[in-house]
């Protein structure tokens, strides 16, 4: 057996090193299942993970086929479950429906539509996820034997308790008849209550769990159950109940010592953590406390926290084991470092040689999982262990007048950044030696006012910007055409600037004939909230607003008394009233010239209306907004032929097909959902597009665009297109594009306002990004200002 392992195990190796799509899919799954030997149970689960293999890597074509010439030989139910479970993730749901209407029995049938279930969630599909699984309570109750019905609703009770459907948990567990069965199903959803940081929801759910054994008098058979109820009351804040269970509990209660653990650890209360993972005492619970930590650290996406914790795992079973599930965890969330990868080969090959039992069907998922590990056709890594980052801002509060005047510490808050240093945006010029970067950023002084400030960096040191000069500054009036604009947009300064630059072959910037710099566009923000533009005659050195009257703001708007409200104001755009998704200001943005030589705007467009928390179906907590004052804002679009004048153009207009509009006229919306990032995103703002390569597919050129996502705080997150209308979202996790910085970093709480070029160096290409850190660089968060991350490209 060994042998033959041996020989499985430098297959699985070559499917990962050597990315040889031959010795994948169909052919492996064949060549495997032919050298399994005689253990039937270890012989179906390496079928059962050929089938995902054949799916991921040769199509579902043809893992449908396998699946066909397998059905003699293997549970046809288990077979259709899976090639059920392949099209789900592969997003082919319309192929999921179909195989699992094949599935007989019943109880099989419906594990399978739990699995469509599941997978609508974690492709950000909320609401489809949510009717699914109450249509799968609805066929339980009505069809469901009466044998299986209690271990049916149970599982659906679990699998909706992952995904933190509270209201659907609630409904399945009151269908369960056996009490024990159903405080079992309570107390696990209490446990994702607690996770989910719902304390009240998790005391209800906790109590009614406890009701449901009023009569139910526990024994020492009932360990599991009194292990579960540990576990919810500590979710709860019930710490004192815990101790009521322990000593039906016995020694399973460290398992709920685990749980808490894991819980904690996820919602950041790590000291709190350690103290209940001290009290884990037998070996082989300290060694699944580990394994358990590895999978909640790299959810929450910190993966290399989650890398780390699966080395200290001394056992190979539950290294292999542990590393499958951090694989698939990764190939869903894309954030782990590609070390994980290496040394997956490694487990692998361990686990094909190991005597351990089941041990080569681990293997053998492990390898299925690493054949589907690389990024998804044009998205980016992502995760603060994939990128190189600062550990400190380069540029802070205070630090241009610090710079400038060689002082010791930052200067006050009277220095041009003194209040704020913010929303970075780069130019590459020169190549080779003579390459450098122009960093412009917004600086706010005390008095709140606000300048576009120029750096200099070498590209041969990132760390170490030079203050250049004062790119734009101005301070209201403003108001050409004698047009009626808010009041607030009279004291209009410059935020949020971004560059458009125009730059000869050598990479400076490029002249007219007569030896005059061709011009430079820097599209800003103003107080008012809409674009204005800046333009440069001097290289990139220096900007200013244009004296052509009908230039800024480039959106003009007007505002008018509120009908519904005495003595408050309205304001509406005024070449076009009936556009609704900017009514409420049309904020930052950013330009780039398409392949037609056409500029291209991206800019925050604001709806009028404010949601509130039930809008939102939100607790508090969720979102940084109050309830009731929850803005609205998506990205919008333009074109321009000349860069002054602009025309505004509908998601309708354009024919926009991409999901990431959702019919609001904007060309990109907040998916308002808890997606794969796992918050609540209900607001985009300060979009930068940077050229990006070609496309993986179709070979065309690829844009990236980076926006600021709101939850609980700002992420940096991105899109990609090769159409510049049609975007796409690339998977994040929790952290964002970067992740967040170690806990007292500058970043550790959020990021926002990124900007990236990709350049070609002596080693390779690479991506560079610079981005502001906790509360958008405003002085108050402390350590803060702005980062600058790189990551080499392996395309």
């Avoid at 079928?47 to 040769?58: F, H, L, S």
């Avoid at 579960?228 to 398992?255: F, H, P, Q």
């Avoid at 044009?378 to 205070?398: E, F, K, M, V």
Wanted: proline share 4%.
């Amino acid at each position: 057996m060994r042998a033959r392992r041996s020989t499985i195990a430098l297959t699985a190796f070559l499917l990962f090193s050597c990315s040889i799509p031959t010795l994948a899919g169909e052919h492996t799954a064949k060549q495997m299942i032919k050298n399994l030997g005689d253990d039937p149970g270890t012989e179906k689960t390496a079928a059962v993970a050929m089938i995902e293999a054949t799916a991921k890597i040769d199509g579902i074509e043809k893992a449908t086929a396998l699946v066909e010439r397998l059905k003699d030989r293997f549970p046809q139910e288990e077979l259709l479950e899976k090639l059920v479970a392949s099209c789900a993730d592969l997003g082919d749901f319309d192929c999921a429906y179909y195989q699992a209407t094949r599935i007989e029995p019943f109880n099989w049938r419906m594990r399978a539509m739990s699995q469509i279930a599941s997978a609508f969630a974690e492709d950000g599909e909320i609401s489809k996820s949510r009717a699914a699984f109450a249509y799968i309570l609805q066929a339980i109750a009505r069809d469901a034997p009466a044998n299986y019905r209690d271990q049916l609703t149970i599982g659906i009770l679990n699998s909706v308790a992952e995904f933190t459907f509270l209201d659907i948990g609630l409904n399945a567990a009151r269908l369960v008849a056996d009490p024990r069965k159903r405080a079992e199903g309570l107390f696990g959803l209490a446990l994702s209550a607690g996770r989910a940081k719902q304390v009240d929801e998790a005391a209800a759910i906790y109590q009614e769990a406890k009701q449901s054994l009023a009569s139910v008098e526990l024994t020492e058979k009932d360990s599991w159950l009194a292990t579960r109820a540990i576990a919810a009351a500590v979710a709860a804040g019930r710490n004192e109940d815990a101790e009521l269970y322990e000593t039906v509990a016995g020694a399973s209660k460290e398992w709920a010592y685990g749980q808490i653990t894991a819980m904690l650890y996820y919602i950041g209360h790590a000291s709190e953590a350690d103290t209940w993972a001290a009290r884990i005492q037998t070996p082989a619970r300290r060694t699944w406390l580990q394994s358990l930590l590895a999978e909640t650290h790299i959810k929450s996406g910190n993966c290399g926290d989650a890398l780390a914790k699966w080395k200290e795992i001394k056992s190979q079973s539950w290294s292999a084991a542990t590393l499958l599930h951090l694989t698939e965890e990764n190939n869903r969330r894309m954030c782990a470092d590609t070390a994980i990868f290496a040394d997956a080969a490694a487990a692998s090959w361990q686990a094909f040689n190991s005597e351990t039992p089941g041990a080569l069907a681990i293997g053998f998922q492990i390898a299925t999982a690493m054949a589907a590990a690389e990024p998804r056709p044009n998205s980016l890594w992502t995760g603060r262990t994939r990128w190189q980052c600062t550990a400190d801002p380069i540029i802070y509060p205070g630090w241009w007048d610090q710079a400038l005047n060689d002082l010791p510490t930052p200067a006050g808050l009277d220095s041009a950044d003194g209040r704020r240093a913010t929303a970075p945006t780069v130019v590459k010029l020169g190549k080779g030696s003579t390459s450098r970067y122009y960093l412009y950023y917004m600086g706010e002084s005390i008095a709140w006012r606000t300048r576009i400030l120029r750096v200099e960096i070498s590209s041969s040191d990132l760390k170490k910007p030079r203050p250049g000069n004062v790119a734009l500054e101005f301070f209201g009036p403003l108001e050409p055409n004698n047009r009626t604009y808010s009041r607030e947009y009279l004291r209009a300064g410059p935020y949020y600037g971004s560059v458009v630059e125009d730059l000869d072959v050598t990479g400076e910037p490029a002249k007219k004939a007569d030896g005059s710099f061709k011009p430079w566009f820097m599209y800003i923000a103003t107080a008012g909230n809409n674009p204005g533009v800046a333009v440069s005659t001097d290289g990139g050195l220096t900007f200013a607003l244009p004296t052509d009257l009908g230039v800024n703001p480039i959106f003009p708007f007007e505002v008018f008394p509120d009908p519904s409200a005495d003595g408050k104001w309205r304001r509406q755009p005024l070449e076009a009233k009936n556009k609704m998704y900017d009514q409420s200001g049309a904020g930052s943005a950013d330009a780039i010239r398409g392949e037609d030589g056409k500029l291209r705007m991206f800019y925050t467009a604001r709806m009028w209306n404010y949601l509130t928390l039930d809008d939102l179906g939100a607790k508090r907590g969720e979102i940084f907004h109050g309830d009731g004052n929850i803005p609205d804002h998506g990205i919008g679009y333009a074109e321009s032929s000349d860069g002054l004048h602009w025309n505004r153009r509908t998601s309708t207009s354009l024919g926009v097909t991409s999901s990431s509009a959702l019919g609001t006229g904007r060309i990109i919306d907040p998916r308002f959902r808890r997606g794969a990032p796992g918050e609540l995103e209900y607001t985009l703002t300060r979009p930068m597009v940077f050229k990006d390569g070609v496309d993986a597919v179709s070979g065309a050129a690829r844009y990236r665009m980076l926006v600021s996502s709101h939850s609980s705080t700002y992420r940096v997150r991105s899109l990609h297109s090769t159409d510049l209308i049609n975007w796409f979202w690339d998977l994040s996790p929790k952290g964002g594009l970067f992740g967040l910085g170690d806990k007292g970093r500058f970043d550790d709480q959020s990021t926002a306002y990124g900007d990236c070029l990709r350049e070609t160096t002596q080693t390779g290409d690479r991506y560079v990004c610079w981005y502001t850190g906790n509360r958008f660089g405003h002085y108050s968060a402390g350590k803060t200002g702005i980062g600058v991350c790189t990551m080499a490209i392996k395309e």
